[in-house]
């Protein structure tokens, strides 16, 4: 008896300890909270829905509601100004759409890119996804590393000799145009145009024929298309996959990251012993990466790692940021320009507008580790600045910002300032930008001389959030042979 109430007594005085610890614990972060609070709350921004979660459920709710979120960015820049406070946990975060913070924070190297959300993209629900590749990697000695490998890979010089296999895969979608339009048939145009944008990065990068337009039955455009809208969950709602209904989704996302990490392991370590045994290898950028990397001092497993985190990254950047560009949203309005086909002189400036209305993302992260005044509010020191890109959609720097006009971009125009950077700015802005307007440039052209498009009744220009911005209904289109005749008379 007496041992037991040994026991009983210990057990007692244990949970009487845990319970204080928990306490304390609960205390200090409330406290820390409040800090959060009174060091942050100057700064105009909505009402927080409540003390702890800050202006998370919020967020939840956008995204239950299918809202996309540079739409709410704008909503919130035309309605608390161009510096707003959002709060989530114990995290504040400001957000601007000011030409001159944006070029302060983002074309300076003493604003580090985000942890807390580049790292959320380390893995996906426990997979590892982008690692500490070109896009995640934080710390600047180990991306500036990375990017001294990959640099020579995308020198003009190197890319104007892709320009062969840019009109080849080109051409591969033009024939199957060409079908449709033959046969009438309606067609998912987002999906061909995916389907040519992944063919080219898979061929021109790494030395791979895909095919998809030919093997439609590829794992690869619905992994992509699932790791995309897994890293949306993933680095948006920190409980997602908490929720049981959601693990099937959690568990279909673990699976498309391991098939496209083993797809890059596998190529990688083809063409590296092709390389060792002295055998001819195509000239592609996986063979520029390899060989850049191997003059390095100091090459270890971590490299290796980096090399296939950047696998991932430019196998599905390369198609997302060219894809994006020929948004065939963008299309239906293309076609209405005066020129009918538009002339060659107008492609770039087509791509530039497109990207105005319906850029990749939603804009891009910094952390700022000192005081700073921004449109004359003072911004403590060691919060997340996220520079968005509604600026691209605000009348106040561009006229008509809902109308596509391209003539924005033409050569004698008055250039934006720092109000569009689809691309991102500075030393960490993306890598691949020539790759893609290039890429999307030849596709472009050959798009319109040879075809005219109308959208299947029902169609909209609605946009859809899937950690990238995507046209909602897929782009059903109506194509037809362009009548040049009507061009000639």
Not at 346 to 375: C, F, W
Not at 454 to 474: E, M, Y
Request: glycine share 6%.
């Amino acid at each position: 008896f007496s041992i037991a109430c040994l026991i009983f007594g210990c057990a007692c005085h244990a949970l009487w300890y845990l319970f204080f610890i928990v306490l304390v614990a609960f205390l200090g972060y409330s406290l820390y909270i409040k800090h959060i609070h009174m060091k942050y709350d100057h700064i105009p921004g909505p009402p927080r829905n409540s003390f702890f979660f800050g202006h998370t459920p919020t967020f939840l709710r956008e995204m239950k509601a299918v809202i996309v979120c540079i739409s709410c960015y704008l909503y919130r820049a035309q309605t608390y100004g161009p510096v707003y406070r959002l709060n989530g946990l114990h995290h504040a975060m400001i957000v601007v759409s000011c030409p001159e913070a944006t070029k302060e924070i983002l074309m300076s190297p003493k604003y580090p890119k985000d942890k807390f959300a580049y790292k959320r993209l380390f893995h996906l629900f426990g997979q590892r996804f982008l690692g500490n590749g070109m896009v995640t990697a934080v710390n600047h000695e180990q991306w500036y590393k990375q990017r001294r490998i990959m640099d020579p890979a995308f020198s003009s010089l190197y890319l104007r000799g892709l320009m062969s296999t840019f009109n080849e895969r080109a051409e591969r979608l033009m024939d199957k145009l060409a079908d449709f339009a033959d046969c009438k048939k309606e067609t998912c145009m987002l999906h061909l145009v995916n389907c040519v944008t992944l063919d080219v990065i898979a061929k021109v990068a790494f030395g791979v024929d895909l095919d998809l337009l030919k093997h439609t039955d590829s794992p690869f455009p619905k992994a992509i298309e699932v790791c995309l809208e897994g890293m949306m969950y993933h680095v948006r709602d920190a409980f997602f996959q908490l929720i049981p209904k959601n693990w099937p989704f959690v568990n279909e996302v673990r699976q498309a990251c391991k098939l496209l990490r083993d797809t890059g392991y596998r190529w990688i370590q083809a063409r590296k012993t092709a390389i060792q045994h002295g055998e001819e290898v195509p000239k592609d950028i996986l063979t520029q990466i390899i060989k850049s990397a191997d003059k390095e001092e100091s090459m270890g497993k971590d490299d290796e790692e980096f090399m296939l985190d950047n696998f991932v990254t430019f196998f599905i950047a390369g198609q997302e940021t060219t894809a994006n560009q020929l948004k065939p949203t963008a299309v239906n309005e293309i076609v209405q320009l005066p020129h009918n086909p538009p002339l060659p002189s107008i492609y770039l400036q087509v791509l530039k507008e497109t990207l105005r209305l319906y850029p990749t993302a939603p804009g891009t992260s910094r952390e700022v580790h000192e005081d700073m005044v921004i449109n004359g509010i003072h911004i403590p020191g060691g919060v997340t600045c996220f520079s968005s890109y509604v600026t691209s959609r605000m009348d106040k720097f561009f006229k008509d910002p809902l109308t596509f006009d391209p003539d924005r971009f033409h050569p004698d125009a008055p250039k934006p300032y720092y109000c569009y950077y689809p691309f991102s700015l500075g030393p960490r802005s993306c890598l691949g930008q020539n790759f893609a307007q290039m890429e999307a440039k030849v596709v472009m052209a050959k798009l319109l001389q040879r075809f005219e498009f109308n959208l299947v009744p029902g169609q909209s220009f609605d946009i859809r959030d899937v950690g990238t911005l995507r046209p909602k209904d897929g782009v059903m289109s109506h194509i037809k042979h362009r009548n040049h005749s009507k061009v000639n008379e």
